[in-house]
């Protein structure tokens, strides 16, 4: 082989494989701990890999203490499946101990776009302001307080809150 391939050769191989590195660190980025990207696999459910490419802030898909007790034992995250060409997204709530009583599903399907995730663990939250997931058209007894952890997810102006009631995930969307 001549000089002149030697050359070309080496200056090729030192701009593909920095390339192949690059592409392969990309597709590995982590948008949530390692432990939320596991148990979503496990749920058949994967991270939302572009959430954070938009503009403006955004809080994080995930956060963790949703549960009483220690804040790493409980988490609420967004991650999702697709099928045919259509994206679904999933609030998911894991428990590495016992889940709360009475609690409701431990999945959530939901079809806008997710917000980033934080927790409302104080105040009370009246039942005028909120409707059941399933069933929007069934009535909840008004002036009801709750109280406990609602899950808020947020972005660009659009706040949409999530509450266990009696077992049923209630919702409340604001602007």
Not at 91 to 108: S, T
Not at 113 to 137: A, C, E, M
Request: proline share 6%; hydrophobic share 35%.
């Amino acid at each position: 082989m001549n000089m002149s391939k030697r050359l070309l050769i080496l200056s090729l191989s030192t701009l593909v494989i920095p390339l192949a590195f690059a592409s392969n660190c990309l597709a590995g980025v982590l948008v949530m701990p390692s432990e939320l990207v596991s148990f979503s696999e496990k749920k058949n459910c994967s991270q939302v890999e572009e959430f954070f490419a938009r503009p403006g802030m955004v809080n994080p898909p995930y956060v963790y203490g949703y549960a009483p007790g220690d804040e790493e034992d409980s988490a609420v995250f967004w991650c999702e499946r697709r099928s045919d060409g259509k994206r679904q997204y999933v609030l998911q709530f894991m428990y590495k101990k016992d889940a709360p009583d009475a609690r409701c599903a431990d999945q959530i399907v939901w079809t806008n776009p997710p917000g980033g995730l934080s927790l409302v663990k104080t105040g009370k939250f009246i039942s005028d302001y909120f409707t059941y997931l399933n069933d929007p058209k069934k009535s909840l007894p008004k002036g009801i307080a709750f109280t406990g952890t609602s899950v808020l997810s947020t972005y660009d102006g659009v706040s949409t809150w999530f509450y266990c009631y009696g077992g049923n995930w209630l919702v409340r969307r604001t602007h």
